[in-house]
C-alpha cells in the first residue's frame, strides 16, 4: 500500500482501474455523492441484485414490484418525509460551508480521541446523546467552541432542518402546483401498491412484496465513496402481517437477513447486530446489520417493524381502504409491516471491501510476492472464467478461443493471451475471477486443460469438452 493512502483509497483506486466504479461526470470534474458502474461493476452489482431477488421471491409468500421514481406528492405528506425527512444543518460563517450539525459534533469528538483528550470526549458524546433527543445540536456546538474544520474559526449560523428529498417539476410549468420530489425510498411505492397487489396476485396475509430500486437524497455531506451518495439503489421487502404476529416475523426475517449476507461469503466477524437505541414513533422493533468497512462500522440493511402506520396513513390521506379481508373469519384489519431495507449499492461496497485480499504468495521465479486477489463469492464474481493459451502459437490461441467461445454461451468469460500465464492469473485474482483454464501442448494431444482455482491457486487437469459443466458445477455448489 502506498504511504498516505488509506485501506479505502486503496479500493477505490482497484475500483477505478479495473473497471468497477467511476466517478460521475468525471471528465466535467465529477458530481459530488454519485457514481458510474463500469464492465466489472455493472456484473457484479446485477449479480448482487439478483441474489436479493432470488432470496426474497423465490418462495410462495413474496411477489416482486416495480414501482415509479415519480409520485404523486400526497405519498410524501402521508409517510412523513415533507415534515421531517430532514438532517441538521449548520454552516459555518467563514467558509461559507454546510455541515450535518450531528456529524459535526461526531467528527470533533473522533478528533479528541485521537489526541488522547478522552475525559472532554466523553463529555461531549454524553451530551451528543442528549441533543439527539431533544434534536438541538447548536448549543454543543457554541457551548464547546467546536471550530470548523477548514478554518478553525467558530463562526456559526444558527442550525437549520434541511429536507433531503430531491424536488422537481411535472410537465412545462415550474411552479408549487407542478411540484414532485425524486422518491428518497423505495418503501412508498409499495405501501401504495398494496391494494394492487393483493387484489391482482391470489396473495394472503402474510405476504411481502419486493422492490429493487433508484433513492435518491440531497445529503449534506456524502462519504466513503459509495457509502453515502446522493443517488443509490435499494432492494427493500414489506411483509404484511396480522396485528399480532409481527414480532414472530420480525425474529424470522432477522434471520433470514443476517443469513443473507453469510451465505454471499460475508464474514461473520465483519458483521453485527445493532439494536436501534431509539426507536422511531412508529416503530415497535428495529435493528441493524452492519458491516466493518475500513473506515469502521456502517449500517448496510435495516430490519423493521414498523406496526400499520404507513397503510393508516395512507388510508387517511387517499381516503382509500387499505384493509385485509379474511374470507374465512371475516376479519378485516389493517396489516402490520415488518420491512428489510437494503442498500444495494451500499451493499455493493461491502462486498468489495470483504472481498478484497492482499496475499504474500511464491512467485514464478520462487521468490515471494504479493498478489491482491477479489475473494469474491463465485455468485457474485463479474467474470466466472477465464481461458488463456500458455503461448501464442501451434494452435494453443484456437483451441483457447473454442473453448472460450463455448463457456461464453453461457457464462461471462474472459479470453487473454498477452503476457506470461502468472502476470494473467494475476490480472484475473484482482477482479475475483474465481476459475481460470489454460491451453498447453498437452491439451492439442489429449483434449485436456489446465482449470485454476482462484483462492487456493491449485490446478487440476479436466477435459477441455467437460469444462462448461464442470464449471457450472462449482458454480453451483
Ligand atoms: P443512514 O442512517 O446511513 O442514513 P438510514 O437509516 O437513513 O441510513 P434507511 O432509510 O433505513 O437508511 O435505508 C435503508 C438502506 O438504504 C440503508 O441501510 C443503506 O444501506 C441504504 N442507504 C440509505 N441512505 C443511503 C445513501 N445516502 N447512500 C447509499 N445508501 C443508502
Known amino acids: 500500500m502506498a504511504k498516505n493512502q488509506s485501506a479505502l483509497d486503496v479500493i477505490v483506486s482497484l475500483a477505478k482501474r479495473r473497471g468497477f466504479v467511476f466517478q460521475s461526470s468525471e471528465v466535467y470534474g465529477g458530481l459530488n455523492g454519485c457514481w458510474d458502474f463500469g464492465p466489472l461493476g455493472v456484473e457484479l452489482l446485477r449479480n448482487y441484485?439478483?441474489?436479493?431477488?432470488?432470496?426474497?421471491?423465490?418462495?410462495?409468500?413474496?411477489?416482486?414490484?416495480?414501482?415509479?421514481?415519480?409520485?404523486?406528492?400526497?405519498?410524501?405528506?402521508?409517510?412523513?418525509?415533507?415534515?421531517?425527512?430532514?438532517?441538521?444543518?449548520?454552516?459555518?460563517?467563514?467558509?461559507?460551508?454546510?455541515?450535518?450539525?450531528?456529524?459535526?459534533?461526531?467528527?470533533?469528538?473522533?478528533?479528541?480521541?485521537?489526541?488522547?483528550?478522552?475525559?472532554?470526549?466523553?463529555?461531549?458524546?454524553?451530551?451528543?446523546?442528549?441533543?439527539?433527543?431533544?434534536?438541538?445540536?447548536?448549543?454543543?456546538?457554541?457551548?464547546?467552541?467546536?471550530?470548523?474544520?477548514?478554518?478553525?474559526?467558530?463562526?456559526?449560523?444558527?442550525?437549520?432542518?434541511?429536507?433531503?428529498?430531491?424536488?422537481?417539476?411535472?410537465?412545462?410549468?415550474?411552479?408549487?402546483?407542478?411540484?414532485?420530489?425524486?422518491?428518497?425510498?423505495?418503501?412508498?411505492?409499495?405501501?401504495?401498491?398494496?391494494?394492487?397487489?393483493?387484489d391482482s396476485s391470489r396473495q394472503k396475509i402474510p405476504f411481502g412484496i419486493a422492490q429493487i430500486g433508484k433513492s435518491f437524497r440531497n445529503e449534506i455531506n456524502t462519504k466513503y465513496f459509495l457509502f453515502r451518495t446522493r443517488e443509490f439503489e435499494q432492494m427493500e421487502m414489506q411483509y404484511f402481517v396480522k396485528p399480532g404476529e409481527e414480532m414472530e416475523w420480525y425474529e424470522r426475517w432477522r434471520e433470514e437477513r443476517w443469513n443473507f449476507y453469510l451465505n454471499l461469503g460475508f464474514n461473520e466477524d465483519s458483521l453485527r447486530r445493532k439494536e436501534h437505541a431509539k426507536l422511531a414513533h412508529y416503530a415497535n422493533a428495529a435493528e441493524d446489520i452492519e458491516f466493518h468497512f475500513p473506515f469502521g462500522w456502517g449500517e448496510i440493511e435495516g430490519i423493521h417493524s414498523r406496526t400499520d402506520f404507513d397503510l393508516q396513513r395512507h388510508q387517511e390521506f387517499s381516503g382509500k381502504k387499505m384493509e385485509f379481508v379474511d374470507t374465512v373469519t371475516r376479519d378485516r384489519f389493517v396489516p402490520y409491516v415488518v420491512e428489510t431495507a437494503a442498500g444495494c449499492t451500499r451493499g455493493f461496497m461491502a462486498v468489495l471491501c470483504q472481498a478484497y485480499n492482499v496475499e504474500s504468495v511464491e512467485g514464478d521465479n520462487g521468490k515471494s510476492e504479493e498478489r491482491t486477489v477479489l475473494k469474491f463469492h463465485p455468485k457474485l464474481a463479474p467474470i466466472k472464467a477465464a481461458v488463456f493459451p500458455l503461448v501464442k502459437r501451434d494452435g494453443m490461441p484456437e483451441f483457447a478461443h473454442k473453448l472460450y467461445k463455448d463457456l461464453q454461451r453461457s457464462f461471462t468469460v474472459q479470453y487473454d493471451e498477452s503476457g506470461a500465464v502468472g502476470r494473467r492469473y494475476r490480472r484475473q485474482d484482482e477482479i475475483g475471477t474465481p476459475y481460470c483454464f489454460t491451453v498447453d501442448t498437452d491439451s492439442l494431444s489429449d483434449g485436456t486443460v489446465t482449470a485454476r482455482d482462484r483462492d487456493t491457486m491449485e490446478q487440476v487437469r479436466i477435459p477441455a469438452d467437460g469444462a462448461l459443466n464442470w464449471l457450472r458445477d462449482k458454480l453451483d455448489a
Open 49 to 198: 441484485k439478483d441474489a436479493w431477488w432470488r432470496a426474497m421471491t423465490l418462495r410462495d409468500d413474496v411477489v416482486g414490484l416495480d414501482a415509479a421514481i415519480l409520485m404523486h406528492p400526497r405519498t410524501w405528506e402521508a409517510s412523513g418525509h415533507t415534515d421531517s425527512f430532514s438532517d441538521p444543518m449548520i454552516d459555518s460563517k467563514t467558509s461559507k460551508k454546510r455541515h450535518r450539525a450531528d456529524t459535526l459534533i461526531e467528527e470533533f469528538i473522533q478528533r479528541l480521541r485521537k489526541k488522547k483528550k478522552t475525559e472532554r470526549a466523553d463529555a461531549i458524546e454524553a451530551r451528543l446523546e442528549q441533543a439527539r433527543e431533544a434534536e438541538d445540536f447548536y448549543n454543543i456546538i457554541a457551548e464547546e467552541e467546536i471550530p470548523d474544520p477548514d478554518t478553525g474559526t467558530c463562526d456559526w449560523t444558527e442550525v437549520r432542518n434541511f429536507n433531503l428529498m430531491f424536488k422537481t417539476f411535472v410537465g412545462p410549468l415550474e411552479d408549487e402546483s407542478s411540484a414532485v420530489y425524486l422518491r428518497p425510498e423505495t418503501a412508498q411505492g409499495i405501501f401504495v401498491n398494496f391494494k394492487n397487489v393483493l
